[in-house]
């Protein structure tokens, strides 16, 4: 009697922890997955962007063709940035060399007065900061889905059922050095 009690113990404490394993499993998956949507909402602010800088870029090419190494030093960031397979971490250093880029352009187009008056030109800046704004909001929600998946991974006792089904710790989405300094798009007069 005594052994079929010890083996009915035995057999629940395999079925609680297998229980327990798969709510684990599930769960970082959960948050794999979330990592991965974040990740597109910030791929599609930044394809948004991307736009609107070449569409602020023939805009400027009207005014200034003279500036046209700054034109295409933009477009050639701008390439680079669009190019796919990069991982967050390459992609946050490609955006930020197009942010320099930009910001040389926004210089050059200070120096034309008809330039800053255009009304094309002037909803291109608008939607770019609105646009720019988006992909902060974006990059705060994928950063804080990432915290939540690598301390999951990290942790105890789920880091085990992690190591076990090969879920890896994620990749913050951060800018370096100077790219940390945002970009100026405000046209108005001082």
């Known amino acids: 009697m005594t052994t ?11 079925v609680l922890f297998l229980l327990w394993a798969v709510a684990v499993y599930n769960g970082l998956v959960r948050l794999r997955n979330l990592v991965q949507e974040a990740w597109r909402q910030i791929d599609v602010e930044l394809k948004r962007r991307h736009d609107l800088i070449g569409n602020l870029v023939q805009t400027v090419k009207g ?38 880029a930009l910001g040389r352009l926004i210089a050059v187009a200070e120096a034309y007065p008809d330039l800053k008056a255009n009304q094309n030109f002037m ?28 301390t999951k991974v990290e942790t105890v006792p789920s880091n085990v059922v992690a190591n076990l089904f090969g879920i890896r710790q994620a990749e913050y989405f951060e800018a370096e050095g100077r790219e940390r ?10």
């Open 4 to 14: 079929w009690i010890v083996i009915g113990a035995v057999v629940a404490l395999v």
């Open 63 to 100: 005014y200034a063709a003279h500036e046209r190494g700054t034109l295409e030093d933009v477009m050639r960031a701008r390439s680079a940035a669009m190019a796919g397979g990069q991982s967050p971490a390459q992609q946050a250093q490609s955006e930020g060399l197009l942010s320099q």
């Open 123 to 150: 909803a291109l800046q608008q939607e770019l900061t609105s646009t720019e704004d988006r992909i902060a909001s974006a990059r705060r929600y994928y950063n804080a889905t990432v915290r939540e998946l690598n």
């Open 181 to 190: 300094e945002p970009v100026k798009v405000d046209f108005r007069e001082p």
